[in-house]
């Protein structure tokens, strides 16, 4: 308990992560971004995120580089969709549900 103390006195937010979603993408670091699209997009209770590219770094520790990385196999995923929208523009994160659980539900057959 002292760990989530400690989190919350320095009002800082955990990130839920599964290890699914690794499992999901094929990599730590685009695991870690879908954990926090997934939970953003629940917090503010949408099925479209759009955010700066320095506060996902910010929230999640990402660097450029990874953010990168984790952004562009996250495009590849078939129920993801990624795009750059607004003034000034910033990333909107779109997730299909239907698709996304068809995927969940492969990675759970034996």
Aim: glycine share 4%.
């Amino acid at each position: 308990m002292q760990y989530l103390k400690f989190l919350h006195d320095f009002n800082l937010r955990p990130i839920p992560y599964h290890r699914l979603l690794t499992q999901m993408t094929g990599r730590l670091t685009s695991g870690v971004l879908l954990a926090f699209i997934l939970e953003r997009m629940d917090m503010e209770g949408t099925d479209k995120l759009q955010i700066e590219n320095f506060d996902v770094m910010a929230a999640t520790g990402l660097t450029s580089s990874e953010l990168r990385t984790a952004k562009n196999i996250l495009k590849s995923m078939p129920w993801m969709t990624i795009t750059r929208e607004g003034l000034p523009p910033c990333t909107c994160y779109q997730i299909d549900w239907e698709l996304f659980r068809n995927h969940v539900r492969k990675l759970e057959r034996p």
